[in-house]
């Protein structure tokens, strides 16, 4: 048994764009994927602030001289992979629409969904 | 605004979330609450001061119907952005629940069916064969990727865990720490409305994780509680966690259109957002199936959004919104279906017929609650619309 999955990214159905450029609401998704990102991380170093005021301090000079090791270094890596998942997380999307052809058009499932027989 | 609503029970099959996921779904439901208080409204402005008085001026009458008011809007550079960003935060939503599920998912797996069985009693009853109607694989409604029924591995639930977690971020918590206000609320209706009604059987239809089953459990202990839901991972899921909460219910995939109980075997029937995501053909199947399965006297009744009668044009059409950007294809038609006419239909004598508005009872400030309905805000108005007849 696989450890984890992946689930589809998309929803099957055709995406409404509300701009006269879609690359306009791309960009809309893509600020708030970030802007969501910004907001993840000020929770962490809320977290953070909040423990070390708890537990005592921590120096500014162990922040500057600390060297990451060749883990940390691949953790963060990974990170900064998942990090642009989010931002990009759009573009992702679209692109498994590219090799699913089997959506009707909208107005086609409205129809069916109003008419279907047996 | 919303931030005093409770955050989610975590029930023991809730997936588990690290620190940055859970922080990521907290901005999500901080994102939509930020939409319904400080961009949502801004249509209206936009639409009283701007559109509709031009409107007026060049054609002597105001907009006339909610298509109308669309052709309008829709080049309207606020209701464009409103409509970017709410689409944007819908799928952030998803893709923000998705990711725990995904990290879990074996566990998952493991915890789901196996582990929760014989607690209270409930039982839970698969039907691989079942065909999912084509209302629900034409588009993925509310654009979960996968919809209700995509199942990745034998076993899979995880359309179910998706679903619990981001019904919460959806209704920002308006709904409750156990999402279950729908159903409370007409539990709780039930019993000052028809406190004689002493339901033995009870069914609940197209329950999907259970929220809005759970309560009527706790409302009528003595009861005899079935649901049925098309799709085999939410079942899975709502048989896991109604033992995980102590609810003994019996779960069914079976299609409300056709189900395999006897005819007059039951009291009461309820659904909860459930026919909205039908069809024509399918809301007429499950009206007749409900006079079927009830006993002389019984009693169905459904919870959905408002309909469109008696709205003004301008919000008919903002509550509109779903049917054409949230991948609700049946919204539309069936906010504006006639209700006596359908239950006519189903064979319910339409004098025994009501609709109403009733109270939420999920105790949240009123001034934390946006008092309208909208799209996007899903459980601000406080009111819930019940239809439904006495056979």
Same mark, same amino acid.
């Given at each position: 048994?696989t450890e984890?999955?992946?689930l ?8 409404p764009?509300f701009?006269?450029?879609?690359n ?5 998704a ?12 000020r929770?962490r170093m ?19 001289s ?8 691949a953790?963060?890596a990974?990170w900064?992979e ?5 931002v ?12 699913d052809?089997? @959506?009707?058009?909208? @107005? ?5 969904v109003?008419?279907?027989k047996? | ?5 409770e955050g989610? &029970?975590?029930?023991k099959?809730?997936p ?6 859970f ?19 801004g249509n ?5 001061? %701007?559109v ?7 054609h002597?009458?105001?907009? %006339?119907?909610r ?14 952005m /409103? ?8 799928e ?15 566990k998952?797996?493991?915890r789901?069916?196996?582990k929760?069985?014989? %607690?209270?009693?409930g ?13 629900l694989t034409?588009?993925?409604?509310h ?6 029924h ?18 919460h ?19 709780e209706w ?9 339901? %033995? ?5 197209g329950?999907s994780v ?9 409302? &009528?202990?003595d ?11 939410m079942l899975r899921y ?6 995980a ?5 019996? /779960?069914s995939?079976?299609n ?8 007059g ?15 024509e053909?399918?809301?007429h199947?499950i009206?007749?199936?409900c ?11 459904h919870?959905?959004?408002?309909q469109y009668?008696?709205?003004?044009p ?8 779903d049917?054409?950007?949230n991948n ?13 006419r359908?239950v006519e239909?189903?064979? /319910?004598?339409?004098?025994q017929? &009501?609709?109403e508005?009733?109270?939420s009872?999920y105790?949240?400030?009123e ?5 309208? /309905?909208q799209?996007?805000?899903f ?5 819930w619309?019940i &239809?439904?007849a006495?056979?």
């Open positions: 048994m984890s999955t992946r589809k990214r998309r929803a099957k159905g055709q995406r764009f701009f006269d450029d879609p306009v609401d791309r960009i809309v893509m600020v708030m994927g970030l802007a969501g990102e910004v907001a993840v991380m929770d809320d977290t953070m602030e909040r423990l070390l005021e708890k537990t005592g301090g921590l120096k500014r000079k162990d922040i500057d600390y060297k990451p090791t060749a883990k940390v270094a953790e963060r990974a900064r998942a990090f642009l998942g989010e990009l997380r759009i573009v992702e999307a679209e692109l498994e629409g590219l090799s052809d089997s @959506d009707p058009s909208y @107005d086609e499932a409205i129809k069916m109003q008419t279907e047996d | 605004m919303q931030t005093t609503a989610q &029970f975590e029930h099959i809730l588990k979330t690290s620190h940055d996921e922080a990521r779904q907290e901005f999500v439901r901080s994102y939509k609450e930020f939409l319904v208080k400080h961009v949502h409204h209206r402005v936009v639409y009283d001061q %701007k509709q008085p031009e409107f007026i001026r060049q002597q009458r105001a907009p %006339k119907d298509f109308e008011v669309r052709d309008l809007m829709s080049t309207e550079p606020h209701y464009r /409103f409509s970017a960003l709410l689409r944007t935060s819908q952030m939503m998803w893709s923000s629940a998705q990711k725990p599920v995904e990290r879990e998912f074996s998952m797996l493991r789901g069916v196996a929760s069985s014989g %607690k209270t009693g039982t839970l009853r698969l039907n691989p064969a079942l065909e999912i109607p084509k209302y034409a588009v993925d409604i654009c979960q990727p996968g919809g209700y995509t199942e990745t591995a034998e076993g899979d639930c995880s359309a179910g865990a998706v679903y619990d977690r981001a019904v971020i959806y209704a920002m918590g308006q709904l409750g720490p156990y999402n279950d206000d729908m159903g409370a609320s007409l539990a039930l019993n000052v409305r028809h406190p004689d009604l002493e339901p %033995k059987r009870i069914l609940d239809l329950c259970g929220h809005s089953t759970v309560p009527y459990a706790r409302a &009528f202990p009861a005899e509680i079935h649901a049925v839901d098309v799709a085999a991972p709502a048989h896991a966690r109604a033992e909460l102590g609810a003994k219910i019996h /779960f995939q079976q409300a259109e056709r189900l395999d109980f006897d005819d075997s039951f009291d009461l029937i309820v659904s909860h957002i459930l026919l909205h995501e039908t069809s053909k399918a809301i199947n009206m007749r199936e006079h079927r399965l009830l006993r002389k006297g019984g009693l169905m009744v919870a959905e959004t408002p009668k008696g709205m003004t301008f919000d008919a059409f903002m509550l509109d919104w049917a054409q950007n609700e294809p049946f919204w539309s038609r069936s906010h504006e279906i006639d209700l006596n359908l239909y189903a064979a /319910f004598d339409s004098s017929g &009501f609709e508005m009733i109270p009872c105790s949240m400030s001034a934390d609650r946006s008092q309208v /309905f799209g996007g805000d459980g601000g108005g406080g009111l619309f &239809f439904g006495t056979k």
